[in-house]
């Protein structure tokens, strides 16, 4: 699988991890991705793929590719055996300039590009994006969209310097003190995040915090859950063990296994890291 990614120019960078092209065959039919601090955009340039976020809603087909805030629960993606698209990973408060609603309308229930920016602008970028000359035009073009879009924001300066100092600190800052410190009060301060991320400032700081926490272990490596929760702040290893659950369905001990088997089946995997098998 083909997989090309780069960190656009400013002031996109304030908003946006990466850009990337991705090209190939899946490593399988169906694979789960667990919450991260992060939104996603995908321009779909191949066959329809599928998505079921939760399990209390139904798989959907998304032929032009989707928009997704910073989820709450895992998503199940369904891949065609050959997969192209485009797309963006966004900081959590990264696509609320480019949104024409609320970000928490959109908490856990993907839409289509379409539904964000138009059919007929969306099939021009499509149709832009297919005759380009390969993945380094493809995401030139890609950025330059995002540019052409890029609208002010009311309360993003906030809720971004609020959000960057929850990174920071891994998700253990208090956020009491957030709210204090940046001068407004605790539910201005959630009303914010609610509108530009789709999540309260407490619920961000969980996931970043459960986030790090996973991606520091070695799935290859001896794991001492006890330690891992201590280090991370969790009050004990229940608690970690609840979030664990909360945030991947799987208790800790089966998330290693599968991970070991994507690692096992697919060793240097562009996608390795977070995504899981769900067959």
Request: proline share 10%.
């Amino acid at each position: 699988m083909e997989y090309v990614s780069r960190v656009p120019r400013p002031p996109l960078d304030g908003l946006i991890d990466d850009l990337y092209y991705l090209e190939g065959a899946p490593p399988y039919a169906r694979l789960t991705l667990p919450p991260m601090p992060a939104a996603l955009l995908i321009v779909n340039l191949g066959a329809p793929f599928r998505i079921r976020a939760g399990t209390d809603l139904e798989t959907a087909e998304y032929a032009d590719g989707c928009v997704i805030t910073m989820p709450t629960r895992a998503f199940e993606f369904g891949y065609p055996p050959g997969t192209r698209s485009v797309g963006v990973h966004f900081k959590p408060w990264g696509p609320a300039p480019f949104l024409p609603m609320p970000a928490g309308e959109l908490c856990d229930r993907p839409v289509t590009v379409e539904q964000v920016w138009g059919r007929p602008a969306t099939a021009e970028l499509r149709d832009r994006l297919a005759s380009a000359a390969g993945p380094h035009e493809m995401l030139t073009l890609l950025e330059e969209e995002l540019m052409r879009r890029l609208a002010e924001t009311a309360g993003l300066g906030l809720v971004r310097h609020t959000s960057s100092v929850i990174a920071a600190t891994g998700g253990t800052v208090a956020i009491g003190d957030l709210s204090a410190a940046a001068g407004v009060s605790s539910t201005h301060l959630a009303q914010r995040f609610k509108q530009l991320i789709g999540v309260t400032p407490k619920r961000l700081a969980r996931t970043y915090r459960f986030a790090a926490t996973v991606l520091s272990i070695d799935p290859a490596g001896p794991i001492d859950w006890g330690d891992l929760a201590g280090a991370a702040g969790y009050f004990d290893q229940a608690h970690f063990g609840h979030e664990f659950r909360a945030f991947t369905g799987l208790t800790p001990t089966r998330y290693i296994e599968v991970r070991r088997r994507f690692l096992r089946e697919h060793p240097g995997h562009a996608l390795d890291g977070w995504p899981l098998p769900s067959d």
